[in-house]
């Protein structure tokens, strides 16, 4: 039984450490904190736009376990919020549990939190090993980089304002820890519109105690709450910031927008939080995630790895597969778990030496994982974030005929593809 690494538990590793165990690998699964999910433990949103498509092809390929998880901890579904349709809100609170839960039931996938990868070992060009300590060290024939992009503290120094104390909580368990990097990895680094690097994340979370009480009832029956700002606390410039472009809209520059994720979501990558009280209703408000969302978020996309459509890393690492981030800038959870389930896939089949699976471009995971690719060789593709939901990207899965809800045409097209159930047996 070959022996799959994957470093990093966010929604990308632990779809590789399922995808790797179903495809018939020995699996072990270092997350450096003590929850998995990463950003998943204050996200919240799946199934809106274009990801509801990307959803049912990964669940007709047989790689959908996540997705059957966060619908079964949604708070709200088939809801509508400004530029976004069919969303469904899973419950920030309930996922963790959910998610290791359903790692419990593959006996071949080994995971651990408070496993911080520090280093690496290598035999020429193969990597045999990450070393967790002094005396620890796990040994594997392929290893998925599923680490993401974000912090250690300098980087949100660097490049944004300065540690937020958020959900990475880097001065805690220690900044991320790049493999790739560490195997010799040149790394890109994305941009925004104006050339500067990084990503700030999208959005914030406050306590739903500290807002008024007729806006958390609308929050928690229709899972929206859109309230209008005055016009001379709008700050439409931090828009132009945030990794989740798909939510630079207008109307999140002129209203606040709140999701309710068992925590009251604010889709923002910051907001200062004397602006924020002044607007009614909020007079009191309080941030949860990060603690001080009032001045910025945790920037992202500063450790891309080069890769091709299999997400192979390319490279001095010849057994290495990237995941999440750090296959490049496609955003969201949804995405993170496409990749991360093609990569443990493949991950089994490099180590059986079989044929890598490239996924089609008739399938809209297919075409993202190799449109993505494709413009991140280009300057002003590495300005731009893509992602399913909106932005650039869902525009080109409309012009492309890939976007659909019907679920019976969805699985039809990966019948045709020949890759029904691909993902849910072992590789032979």
């Not at 709200?76 to 400004?82: G, L, Q, V």
């Not at 594997?140 to 990475?168: E, H, L, R, W």
């Not at 939510?247 to 910051?270: C, Q, R, V």
Request: charged share 25%; hydrophobic share 40%; proline share 4%.
């Amino acid at each position: 039984m070959p022996k799959v690494v994957v470093v990093g538990g966010g929604w990308a590793g632990c779809a590789a450490a399922i995808a790797a165990a179903k495809a018939g690998a020995e699996v072990a699964l270092l997350e450096r904190t003590d929850m998995f999910l990463g950003t998943g433990l204050v996200g919240g949103i799946m199934r809106n736009n274009g990801r509801f498509t990307a959803t049912e092809e990964m669940l007709a390929m047989g790689g959908g376990d996540l997705f059957e998880v966060t619908d079964e901890v949604s708070r709200h579904k088939n809801i509508e919020f400004p530029g976004h349709k069919h969303a469904s809100l899973y419950d920030v609170a309930k996922v963790e549990p959910a998610v290791r839960q359903r790692l419990s039931k593959f006996p071949n996938i080994h995971f651990r939190t408070l496993a911080r990868v520090r280093d690496i070992t290598m035999q020429g060009s193969r990597i045999t090993g990450v070393v967790i300590d002094e005396t620890d060290e796990i040994t594997g024939d392929v290893f998925v980089d599923a680490s993401g992009t974000a912090g250690p503290q300098g980087n949100c120094g660097k490049y944004g304002n300065g540690c937020v104390m958020c959900i990475y909580r880097c001065p805690t368990f220690g900044g991320r820890v790049s493999i790739a990097g560490k195997a010799g990895v040149k790394e890109v680094v994305g941009k925004k519109a104006d050339g500067s690097f990084g990503a700030m994340s999208g959005s914030c979370k406050l306590h739903k105690d500290s807002i008024r009480d007729d806006i958390v009832d609308t929050l928690n029956k229709t899972g929206v709450a859109v309230v209008p700002i005055p016009q001379e606390l709008r700050k439409e410039d931090a828009l132009s910031q945030k990794a989740c472009q798909q939510y630079a809209l207008k109307e999140f520059a002129e209203n606040i927008i709140l999701l309710d994720t068992g925590h009251a979501k604010l889709m923002s990558p910051y907001y200062p939080l004397d602006k924020l009280r002044h607007i009614p209703g909020f007079e009191n408000a309080r941030f949860e995630d990060p603690y001080s969302g009032g001045i910025g978020n945790s920037m992202r996309y500063v450790g891309m790895c080069p890769r091709d459509n299999t997400l192979k890393v390319k490279g001095d690492a010849e057994n290495l597969f990237c995941a999440g981030e750090k296959a490049g800038l496609l955003v969201g959870h949804t995405e993170a778990i496409v990749t991360g389930a093609l990569a443990g896939h493949n991950a089994v089949r490099l180590a059986l030496q079989k044929q890598l699976l490239e996924l089609p471009r008739s399938l809209a995971v297919g075409d993202a994982i190799a449109h993505v690719n494709e413009q991140m060789q280009t300057e002003e593709g590495l300005t731009k974030k893509y992602t399913f939901s909106g932005s650039v990207y869902f525009q080109r899965m409309k012009e492309q005929g890939l976007y659909s809800t019907d679920v019976n045409a969805i699985r039809q097209r990966v019948e045709a593809a020949g890759l029904t159930g691909v993902m849910e047996r072992p590789v032979s």
